[in-house]
C-alpha cells in the first residue's frame, strides 16, 4: 500500500542561533516531530549546526518526512573602548571587534570620538556579520567623574606694597597657582603694585581638574612726613 506525502510548511530552513523556526506538518493523521519540535508551535534550537528533524503520522496512510535546518553560529563581538574612566568634558573612543558592521547605543558611532555625560553608563554594541546576517551583542561600561568645584581664596584682596598675603585653593585634593612662584597655603609679599589675577589649578583624586581665580590689589605705601616743633622754630 502507497503512503501519502505529509505537507510540511517551514517558516525557515537556515536560522541564527537563538531565533526560533516553525514546523507544520499536515497529513491524514496527527503529525509529530522528533528533536522537540512541536508540530506548528515555534522551537528554538540550543546550539549551532545542522540538525534533520523527522515528521511521523498517528496515520499509516502518510509517509514520514525528514527536513534539514541549519543554525549559524552568531559572531563573537566585543566591545571596546579606550579609557574606562575619564572626566567631565573628556572623550573616549568606542570600538567593536569579532564582526563586519557594528551599531551602537546611545549615540555612539563605532571608531569616532564620543563624550559622555557625567555617571557610570554601560554602552551596547550590535555586531552583524555580513556573510549570514547574524547578530550579537557585547557591552561595556563607562565612568565619568565630574570635576571638582575649585575656589580660589585670598587672605587679603586689598593690601599695600610690602604687607603679605596667603593664596588657598579649596574643593580639590592639590592645587598649582600661577603667576608661577605663588604656592598654595604660603605666605608671600608681591614685589609692585596693581591688580593681579591669580588662578590655581585644583586636582581631584580621581585625576580631574578645574580651576578658578581670585583678584589681589597692592596699593602704593603712604609716605607720612612730619616736622616737629624745634624745626619750625629754627
Known amino acids: 500500500m502507497l503512503c501519502s506525502a505529509i505537507t510540511v ?130 557591552e561595556i561600561e563607562v565612568v565619568v567623574n565630574d570635576l571638582p568645584t575649585v575656589t580660589a581664596n585670598a587672605s587679603d584682596n586689598e593690601i599695600c606694597l610690602g604687607e603679605s598675603l596667603t593664596l588657598s585653593g579649596a574643593g580639590a585634593t592639590s592645587y598649582v597657582w600661577t603667576p608661577a612662584g605663588t604656592v598654595d597655603g604660603e605666605e608671600f609679599t608681591p614685589d609692585a603694585t596693581g591688580t593681579t589675577t591669580y588662578e590655581v589649578t585644583g586636582t581631584d583624586d580621581n585625576g580631574c581638574v578645574n580651576t578658578a581665580s581670585t583678584e589681589v590689589t597692592v596699593y602704593e605705601a603712604i609716605t607720612i612726613t612730619y616736622t616737629t616743633e624745634d624745626e619750625m622754630m629754627g
Not at 526560533?20 to 534550537?45: A, Q
Not at 549551532?48 to 523527522?54: R, V
Not at 564620543?114 to 555580513?130: I, L, N, Q, R, S
Request: aromatic share 8%; glycine share 16%; proline share 3%.
Open 9 to 138: 510548511t517551514a517558516s525557515d530552513e537556515t536560522i541564527c542561533l537563538g531565533e526560533s523556526f516553525t514546523l507544520e506538518g499536515s497529513g491524514l493523521g496527527t503529525i509529530s516531530w522528533d528533536g522537540g519540535v512541536e508540530n506548528g508551535e515555534p522551537y528554538t534550537p540550543a546550539t549551532a549546526g545542522i540538525f534533520t528533524y523527522t515528521a511521523s503520522s498517528d496515520d499509516g496512510g502518510d509517509c514520514g518526512y525528514t527536513l534539514d535546518i541549519e543554525v549559524l553560529a552568531l559572531p563573537a563581538v566585543v566591545a571596546s573602548v579606550d579609557e574606562t574612566e575619564i572626566c567631565l568634558g573628556e572623550s573616549v573612543i568606542f570600538t567593536g571587534s569579532g564582526a563586519d558592521t557594528y551599531s551602537w547605543d546611545m549615540g555612539v558611532i563605532d571608531g569616532a570620538t564620543f563624550e559622555p555625560g557625567v555617571g557610570a553608563e554601560v554602552y551596547t554594541v550590535t555586531g552583524t556579520d555580513a556573510g549570514t546576517g547574524c547578530e550579537n551583542t557585547d
